[in-house]
Structures are given as structure tokens and as C-alpha cells.
């Protein structure tokens, strides 16, 4: 599976913004998607994750109450709404799923497949 993350660019603080990832080669309905972010010097972070099916979400501890993560399977895509964006999220962010099923958890070791990312650049 190949995961194109789009949607990255520069904003100012209190914006908001949207990602997409989109897979291809092979459909990912069957599959937990994922976004981390990683800040320059800092270990990648978890940020969200959906459920196959889209109805059970988890989030990061600093993005809790501020971003989405949602996924249309019709079009292999999912997305991260981000809003009330603060300096502090800037960071490069990817997608990524993990192929052999079930819950990958929130330590980047435990997800497979991972998208080039996209650059978040928040200003104050």
C-alpha cells in the first residue's frame, strides 16, 4: 500500500487546517489509520487514529478537543481536521496504517506503512 499525505502548509495561529492521506494499492477499509507528527529534535507523536469502520476514534493528549480525524473508504482517504492551531503543533505530519490488523497502538514501531508527510508550519 502506497499512503500520499496532502494538505500541509503555513498558518497562522488559531487557524484551522485540513490533511488527507489517500492509499492506493490496495483498499485500507479493513485497517486502522493513523497521523503522527514529528517537530524537529523530537520523537515522532502519536496524534489520531480511526477504526476500520470509522466509529471508534483515539487522539493525543495535545490535540484532544481540536482535531478530527475522520475517513471515507469509498475513497481510500482519511483525513485530520485540525482547528485552533497553535505554534506548537508545527511539525511534519504522516499517515500511516498497519497491514496485519487489529490495533496498532500509539508507538510508531507498532504501524507498518507510513505516507511521506506533510509540513505544518503555525506562526504566532
Known amino acids: 500500500v502506497q499512503l500520499q499525505a496532502s494538505g500541509g502548509g503555513l498558518v497562522q495561529s488559531g487557524d484551522s487546517l485540513r490533511l488527507s492521506c489517500t492509499a492506493s494499492?490496495?483498499?485500507?477499509?479493513?485497517?486502522?489509520m493513523g497521523w503522527f507528527r514529528q517537530a524537529p529534535g523530537k520523537k515522532r507523536e502519536f496524534v489520531a487514529a480511526?477504526?476500520?469502520?470509522?466509529?471508534?476514534?483515539s487522539y493525543g493528549d495535545s490535540v484532544k478537543g481540536r482535531f478530527t480525524i475522520s475517513k471515507d473508504n469509498a475513497k481510500n482517504t482519511v483525513y485530520l481536521h485540525m482547528n485552533s492551531l497553535k505554534p506548537e503543533d508545527t511539525a511534519v505530519y504522516y499517515c500511516?496504517?498497519?497491514?496485519?490488523?487489529?490495533?496498532?497502538?500509539?508507538?510508531?514501531?507498532?504501524?507498518?506503512?507510513w505516507g511521506q508527510g506533510t509540513q505544518v508550519t503555525v506562526s504566532s
Open positions: 494499492g490496495r483498499t485500507f477499509s479493513g485497517y486502522f
Open positions: 500511516a496504517t498497519d497491514l496485519r490488523g487489529g490495533w496498532p497502538g500509539v508507538a510508531e514501531t507498532a504501524w507498518g506503512s
Open positions: 480511526i477504526s476500520p469502520g470509522g466509529r471508534s476514534t
